[in-house]
């Protein structure tokens, strides 16, 4: 599509998102009233995934797959549904919801649809989960033709969404892939395209994920890089060209001025995946920045300016058989449990999964570590070599005399905060060029055990997915959602 025909509309918010309305005593509507509220509520019987062929070889569309959950049940830990989209190389990512918590307030309001942005063909899948949450069902496909005439954007990510009853996603660039086009697309409660949310000439440098916090007036997003860059894999030569991205970027809310860009240096490379605490009173939150390994703390400072300190930190491995002579832990992806106690991260590469309490924020502590997976287990060529010069590997646990493969990538926490669900796939191609035996075996999911009250971690052996003996092969399993809502998608206000 030729330029001269890309319209760029900048769409405001409605007053209901701003945090001076008074949604009354939110008694009703979808979600809950507060995060502590949300821990007392049902435990989770299915988990939705979203699940890729695309870049597997395999020519068959992305599905959404359905997981029992319920210990109870007979089907307990298997797919018991599978809703294919209706094309092919979407590239299914992550997944947000029409309604949340930010609505609670709204007795017209209904957590009924589950979004479905495609990272690579621009399309969202809007998925009916309410009238059968067993068997969800598509009920409308945003088409990319709309989404890049209307607002040029493409690349779609993140949805959350708003208390006015729209929807808000980053997109990552351009239709070309270049990141200097990315943004944020508005919908409407039915899906249609409103324009762009941020301001006219205030686009960030980078897209990927993002966060609000109306008490505080304030969004946050992160930047992974340029479709164009990422798309073909990782190089590293890609961030010396500054194809990838190492900034926060600070809006007003809900009106989408950009206030103020945080630039977090060579120690926050690639930050990922962002999150406030869920206190909606609290002004601080996290940020994954996966290249460096670094856990960042962001913060209002008294005048009202945002700053930023390296939280948690962690060290590469000095290796042998491998690409680079030191591998990153490449924090791919963490939560915050909803009453702010813990925080829970992967290092894909490494292999491990972390449980920090964070009650200090400024000080967290290790309190939990487990190895599920990663490039340096036992029987793996890839050796560590530790400051003495001794090698050694990882011991990584069989679970039901199934070899754990890959390294843990997305992560889900139960509301009670008891249980973490881990998949293991990131990006088809990044997948293919980090873990090459995951195109040929597919992902697993699993469950991992949470000590709330000292902290710990402990592998679930009774819970184990298998998405490689799938009907139609074996599948990459991404992002996961329970029907209710979590920790990663809903907002309070």
């Known amino acids: 599509m030729a330029t001269d025909v890309v319209v760029v509309q900048h769409a405001s918010i409605s007053d209901k998102g701003s945090p001076s309305i008074d949604h009354g005593c939110c008694k009703k509507g979808p979600g809950y009233a507060s995060p502590i509220e949300a821990m007392s509520g049902p435990r989770e019987a299915l988990l939705y995934v979203t699940c890729v062929y695309s870049g597997t070889g395999i020519v068959k569309p992305d599905y959404l797959a359905t997981i029992d959950v319920d210990p109870s049940s007979p089907n307990y830990s298997k797919v018991v549904h599978r809703l294919p989209v209706p094309y092919l190389g979407d590239e299914l990512h992550h997944s947000g919801w029409n309604s949340c918590s930010s609505c609670h307030g709204d007795t017209s309001a209904e957590r009924r649809f589950l979004l479905l942005p495609s990272l690579l063909s621009g399309r969202i899948y809007v998925i009916n989960t309410q009238d059968n949450p067993r068997s969800p069902s598509l009920h409308k496909v945003v088409e990319p033709a709309d989404i890049v005439q209307k607002t040029g954007l493409a690349y779609p990510h993140t949805s959350h969404c ?81 194809l990838y991205g190492r900034h926060l970027h600070v809006y007003s809310w809900p009106d989408g001025e950009l206030k103020q860009t945080l630039d977090l240096g060579n120690t926050g490379l690639l930050p990922l995946e962002i999150r406030f605490l869920h206190d909606p009173s609290r002004d601080t939150g996290f940020v994954g920045c996966a290249l460096t390994s670094n856990m960042v703390r962001f913060f209002q400072t008294p005048d009202g300016s945002w700053s930023h300190e390296i939280a948690i930190s962690v060290k590469p491995l000095k290796v042998q058989n491998w690409i680079l002579p ?108 980090f873990y090459p035996e995951l195109i040929e075996t597919g992902s697993h999911m699993l469950q991992i055990d949470v000590n709330q009250e000292k902290g710990g971690l402990a592998i679930n052996p009774n819970f184990f997915v298998d998405f490689g003996s799938e009907p139609e092969g074996p599948s990459l399993a991404h992002e996961m959602r329970y029907p209710g809502g979590d920790c990663t998608s809903d907002i309070w206000i």
């Not at 249609?192 to 205030?202: A, D, F, L, T």
């Not at 992974?224 to 990422?230: I, K």
């Not at 060529?381 to 890959?406: C, H, M, W, Y």
């Not at 998949?423 to 293919?432: G, K, M």
Request: hydrophobic content about 35%.
């Open 162 to 242: 708003l208390a006015s009853g729209d929807i808000l996603v980053s997109c990552l660039g351009d239709k070309d892939g270049n990141a200097k086009g990315n943004g944020f697309l508005l919908l409407d409660s039915e899906f249609n395209v409103k324009g762009r949310w941020e301001k006219p000439g205030h686009s960030p440098l980078f897209g990927y994920d993002f966060w609000y916090q109306p008490r505080h007036k304030t969004m946050i997003s992160s930047s992974w890089g340029a479709p164009a860059a990422f798309t073909k894999g990782f190089n590293l030569q890609h961030v010396t060209d500054g």
């Open 326 to 433: 030191e591998m990153p832990g490449l924090i791919t992806d963490f939560l915050i449990s909803l009453d702010d106690r813990y925080l829970y991260f992967v290092n894909w590469l490494h292999g491990d999964v972390r449980q920090y309490n964070i009650e200090d924020p400024k000080k967290p502590v290790l309190t939990g570590q487990v190895w599920v997976g990663g490039l340096i287990q036992k029987g793996s060529t890839i050796l560590a070599v530790s400051e003495e010069g001794k090698q050694f590997q990882f011991d990584v646990p069989e679970i039901q005399g199934n070899q754990l493969r890959g390294g843990p990538q997305m992560i889900q926490l139960s509301l009670d905060g008891k249980r973490l669900y881990v998949t293991n796939s990131l990006f088809s191609t990044w997948d293919r060029q």
